[in-house]
Structure formats: structure tokens, C-alpha cells
């Protein structure tokens, strides 16, 4: 992050015709509070003089710190220009654009490789000592959650190289609230208790050397034993808590994007709405489309409808628009989204996903979720947590369509709340949100 924030834009950039575009960063703490109030009001007041007919909202994904997040926000705004000239795309006249990144706490998380920002040689001892520091940072994170009376035998533990099954099952008591709700996006009330958690880590575990991925659940490794009925002291495979404490992170960090949409970013989107006329894009890659929505389901009715929302291979339930989640009589937890936006939501997923086909599941489900990654038809959906990036959205009178290149037209069927759009052709992976499809499905969304 720069040494200070200026007030007013953080860049300008200028698009072809030599207009000038204004650039803000807007920061946010962990708890949702903008640690930037004066560029912050520059920003609205900018929008109260009515200088501008669109505004271009975006939020990063996790572990991107403020050098990862400005570029990829510049890379895919630089794209997306670029796209616009060299197919001589049109734009309503008068188009006046202003581009707001959001910037919010999200690296005490290495989900896997393609997170981790710019590669570090192999072999480079700077290597090990990132690895050790994510690891310290996710640790400490984790603890500011709990009693301070329990942070000193959580840090002991998390430490060990192995837990057996009294620190197991002494671990999971401890962290046992952490597993209270897996937040606003289906409903669950239930907490389960600390031997369920214990069984839900043992079928979650990877193997001794896979420390970036969580492992999927599978049988028993050869020569372990486990009784009939499955009691805790039948488990003989003493646990890594490395991957445990990923795990963790991987709701912290999915709370947190959450605590930010609703609390921060919902007012901003509130004020922005109120200030002018301007119409809002918002656009959301990975924990980022959580805060989007957060932000946009935040309080009651907005003063008016947004424009359109892209979410490029968001990290939430794959349920969170369902008119009602299996299992409840509850919606989607972002249900009540789709009636504010006006244009038809974008939600991206892909196969070549793999975090989110084959891991935030696993992080997020219940014990009683386990069976359901075993059953599953091939393509669906493994469990009520099944990522929406992985699998696209179901039960929300969605239409789910292969992504198109430039210049071939969605068919936005009237009535459709929401288009699933499988990218596996064109996303190779989690961060590979920035190229031509993507862009022309922003531009589809924008220009109409």
C-alpha cells in the first residue's frame, strides 16, 4: 500500500478518445470500516455533482494484498478498454465512466497455488519464509476469535506436527464456535459438537506432503483401523493441524468478506445510489462477489436498483439465490439480491476451478454433508456448500449457458434472474478472470 491514500483518485486513466477516467481505492478494516473517510467523501461528492453516468464497482478475491489487487483491477479495466477498441465496440453516448476498487484484509489465506500472487522461485529460501509467515498470520487471526484464556493451548497446539486424539478432539472444544454458522448464504443453526468436528477433519485430511490443498474425503490409508459405529479413539491417523487451521481460515476469511459487504461497503453502495444518477456496475471475483452481495442484501430496499453484478467464480454457496434451500423452508441467504439489480446477474464457474469444485466445500460442510461428495452425478453440485464458481446457481430460476466471445449475443431470456455462465472453455482456473469473454460479459451487462 502506498505511503498515503490521496483524497481524490488513486490514478487516472485515459481511454481512447482521451477522456480521463477517475480511479478511487476505497480501503476497509477487517470489521468493515473504511480506513479511508476523506477519499471516501471525495468520491461521493464527486457523485452528488453528477459528473458521471457509470460507475464500475469492483472487489478482489482473498489473499490479495494492495500490490495484487490494484494490478488485477488494472489489468482487467486495461482488458476490458482494450477488448472495447479493438472490436469497436459502442458505449451509450454520454458515457462518462469512474472506476472504484474496494480494498479489504483478505491475506491470511493460501487457498492454493494460484492465490498466492507472484511466484517464488523453487528453492528460494524466500519461499519457506512466506510459507511460515502465512501460516504465523492464519494462526493469530484465528486466535483474536477466541477467549483469551484458551489462545495460549490453541497456539501449543496449532504448532504441533501431529495431533493424536486427545489434542484433536482438546483442539476442536476450543475452536468448536467458530463452527456456530457458516454464515448469511444458507441457513444453519446448528453447532456441531467437538467429535463431529474431529471425524469431519480425519475425512478432510491430505496426505503428509499436499499441505496447499485440504485433501478430499476418501477411505482409510492402508493398515488403519476403524471399529464398527466409527468412535473417535478407533481413528489411529494422528492429524496435521496445518491443514485445520486452513480450513478455519477458510470461514474466517468468508465471514470477514461478509462483515465488510454488509457493514462497509453496503453504506457506500447506499450513498453511491443516493448521490446521483449514475448507473452501478459491481463486479465481484471470488470472496468479492460475497462482498457484493453482502452489500447489496445489507438493510432494507436501496434507494434504487443496481444496474448489473458480475460475480467471476464466486466463493459462496452455489444455494444462495434458491427460492428455498433443500433440507429448510428457508431461502438462499442472497435471495432477495435479485430483486435489485436490474439487469440479469453474471456468475461465472468453471471446472477447472479446482478450489471451488474441489475443496471449499469440504472446508464449509457439515459431518452430515459427507456422504453427499460421494453420491453426487458427476457435474453437480456435492453439497448444500458446493460453490457457486464451481457448479453455477440452482433453485433460482437460473439459466445456466456456455460463455460467448465478442460480438456473440447472450439470448437474456425476460424473466431470467440470473444466468449461470460455464466458463470451463475460456477460465483455466480460480484467478483467471481477465479475458475477452469475461470482459464482453461485463460489456454485455454494461452497455444495455
Same mark, same amino acid.
Given at each position: 500500500?502506498?505511503?498515503?491514500?490521496?483524497?481524490?483518485?488513486?490514478?487516472?486513466?485515459?481511454?481512447?478518445?482521451?477522456?480521463?477516467?477517475?480511479?478511487?481505492?476505497?480501503?476497509?478494516?477487517?470489521?468493515?470500516?473504511?480506513?479511508?473517510?476523506?477519499?471516501?467523501?471525495?468520491?461521493?461528492?464527486?457523485?452528488?455533482?453528477?459528473? /458521471?453516468?457509470?460507475?464500475?464497482? !469492483?472487489?478482489?478475491?482473498?489473499?490479495?494484498?494492495?500490490?495484487?489487487?490494484?494490478?488485477?483491477?488494472?489489468? !482487467?479495466?486495461?482488458?476490458?478498454? #482494450?477488448?472495447?477498441?479493438?472490436?469497436? @465496440?459502442?458505449?451509450?453516448?454520454?458515457?462518462?465512466?469512474?472506476?472504484?476498487?474496494?480494498?479489504?484484509?483478505?491475506?491470511?489465506?493460501?487457498?492454493?497455488?494460484?492465490?498466492?500472487?507472484?511466484?517464488?522461485?523453487?528453492?528460494?529460501?524466500?519461499?519457506?519464509?512466506?510459507?511460515?509467515?502465512?501460516?504465523?498470520?492464519?494462526?493469530?487471526?484465528?486466535?483474536?476469535? @477466541?477467549?483469551?484464556?484458551?489462545? %495460549?493451548? !490453541?497456539?501449543?497446539?496449532?504448532?504441533?506436527?501431529?495431533?493424536?486424539?486427545?489434542? *484433536?478432539?482438546? =483442539? *476442536?472444544?476450543?475452536?468448536?464456535?467458530?463452527?456456530?454458522?457458516?454464515?448469511?448464504?444458507?441457513?444453519?443453526?446448528?453447532?456441531?459438537?467437538?467429535?463431529?468436528?474431529?471425524?469431519?477433519?480425519?475425512?478432510?485430511?491430505?496426505?503428509?506432503?499436499?499441505?496447499?490443498?485440504?485433501?478430499?474425503? $476418501?477411505?482409510?490409508?492402508?493398515?488403519?483401523?476403524?471399529?464398527?459405529?466409527?468412535? =473417535?479413539?478407533?481413528? @489411529?491417523?494422528?492429524?496435521? +493441524?496445518?491443514?485445520?487451521?486452513?480450513?478455519?481460515?477458510?470461514?474466517?476469511?468468508?465471514?470477514?468478506?461478509?462483515?465488510?459487504?454488509?457493514?462497509? &461497503?453496503?453504506?457506500? @453502495?447506499?450513498?453511491?445510489?443516493?448521490?446521483?444518477?449514475?448507473?452501478?456496475?459491481?463486479?465481484?471475483?471470488? /470472496?468479492?462477489?460475497?462482498?457484493? =452481495?453482502?452489500?447489496?442484501?445489507?438493510?432494507?430496499?436501496? +434507494?434504487?436498483?443496481?444496474?448489473?453484478?458480475?460475480?467471476?467464480?464466486?466463493?459462496?454457496?452455489? =444455494?444462495?439465490?434458491?427460492?428455498?434451500? +433443500?433440507?429448510?423452508?428457508?431461502?438462499?441467504?442472497?435471495?432477495?439480491?435479485?430483486?435489485? &439489480?436490474?439487469?440479469?446477474?453474471?456468475?461465472? !464457474?468453471?471446472?477447472?476451478?479446482?478450489?471451488?469444485?474441489?475443496?471449499?466445500?469440504?472446508?464449509?460442510?457439515?459431518?452430515?454433508?459427507? $456422504?453427499?461428495? %460421494?453420491?453426487? *452425478?458427476?457435474? #453437480?453440485?456435492?453439497?448444500?456448500?458446493?460453490?457457486?464458481?464451481?457448479?453455477?446457481?440452482?433453485?433460482?430460476?437460473?439459466?445456466?449457458?456456455?460463455?460467448?466471445?465478442?460480438?456473440?449475443?447472450?439470448?437474456? &431470456?425476460?424473466?431470467?434472474?440470473?444466468? $449461470?455462465?460455464?466458463?470451463?472453455?475460456?477460465?483455466?482456473?480460480?484467478?483467471?478472470?481477465?479475458? %475477452?469473454?469475461?470482459?464482453? *460479459?461485463?460489456?454485455?451487462?454494461?452497455?444495455?
Amino acid at each position: 500500500m502506498p505511503d498515503r491514500l490521496p483524497p481524490g483518485p488513486y490514478r487516472t486513466l485515459r481511454l481512447d478518445d482521451g477522456t480521463e477516467v477517475p480511479y478511487y481505492i476505497i480501503p476497509f478494516d477487517k470489521k468493515g470500516r473504511c480506513d479511508g473517510p476523506e477519499t471516501r467523501a471525495d468520491l461521493i461528492d464527486k457523485m452528488r455533482k453528477g459528473m /458521471y453516468t457509470d460507475v464500475f464497482l !469492483f472487489s478482489h478475491g482473498w489473499n490479495n494484498d494492495w500490490t495484487v489487487a490494484t494490478k488485477r483491477y488494472e489489468d !482487467f479495466i486495461a482488458g476490458f478498454m #482494450e477488448m472495447r477498441r479493438k472490436h469497436g @465496440l459502442k458505449v451509450a453516448t454520454p458515457y462518462r465512466p469512474l472506476l472504484v476498487g474496494i480494498f479489504w484484509p483478505s491475506t491470511a489465506l493460501v487457498f492454493g497455488v494460484e492465490e498466492e500472487g507472484p511466484a517464488i522461485a523453487a528453492g528460494d529460501p524466500a519461499a519457506t519464509d512466506r510459507a511460515v509467515a502465512d501460516e504465523r498470520q492464519s494462526v493469530r487471526e484465528l486466535a483474536d476469535q @477466541l477467549p483469551d484464556g484458551q489462545v %495460549e493451548r !490453541f497456539y501449543e497446539l496449532a504448532q504441533k506436527e501431529a495431533l493424536n486424539d486427545a489434542e *484433536a478432539l482438546e =483442539l *476442536a472444544i476450543i475452536v468448536r464456535p467458530l463452527y456456530a454458522s457458516v454464515g448469511d448464504e444458507v441457513p444453519d443453526e446448528t453447532m456441531p459438537a467437538p467429535e463431529t468436528i474431529v471425524s469431519t477433519w480425519r475425512a478432510n485430511a491430505p496426505e503428509p506432503d499436499d499441505l496447499e490443498d485440504f485433501g478430499t474425503a $476418501g477411505p482409510p490409508e492402508p493398515g488403519e483401523v476403524q471399529a464398527a459405529g466409527g468412535g =473417535l479413539g478407533s481413528l @489411529l491417523r494422528r492429524l496435521d +493441524p496445518r491443514p485445520i487451521v486452513r480450513a478455519l481460515t477458510v470461514r474466517q476469511m468468508k465471514d470477514r468478506a461478509g462483515t465488510v459487504g454488509a457493514r462497509g &461497503v453496503g453504506a457506500l @453502495l447506499r450513498d453511491l445510489l443516493s448521490a446521483g444518477k449514475a448507473r452501478l456496475h459491481l463486479i465481484g471475483h471470488s /470472496y468479492g462477489a460475497k462482498v457484493m =452481495l453482502s452489500a447489496i442484501a445489507a438493510g432494507g430496499d436501496l +434507494p434504487r436498483p443496481v444496474q448489473s453484478l458480475l460475480l467471476l467464480q464466486p466463493a459462496v454457496s452455489h =444455494l444462495c439465490f434458491a427460492d428455498q434451500v +433443500p433440507g429448510t423452508d428457508h431461502p438462499g441467504g442472497y435471495r432477495k439480491v435479485l430483486a435489485r &439489480v436490474k439487469r440479469p446477474i453474471f456468475s461465472t !464457474f468453471s471446472a477447472h476451478d479446482v478450489p471451488l469444485t474441489k475443496m471449499f466445500h469440504l472446508a464449509l460442510r457439515r459431518s452430515d454433508d459427507l $456422504g453427499e461428495a %460421494e453420491i453426487a *452425478a458427476a457435474g #453437480e453440485p456435492p453439497s448444500v456448500y458446493a460453490a457457486l464458481g464451481g457448479f453455477g446457481p440452482r433453485r433460482a430460476g437460473e439459466k445456466l449457458v456456455d460463455i460467448l466471445d465478442v460480438n456473440q449475443p447472450y439470448d437474456l &431470456v425476460a424473466g431470467t434472474p440470473i444466468f $449461470g455462465i460455464r466458463g470451463t472453455r475460456t477460465i483455466s482456473g480460480h484467478g483467471a478472470i481477465s479475458n %475477452e469473454s469475461t470482459w464482453w *460479459a461485463l460489456y454485455t451487462l454494461a452497455s444495455g
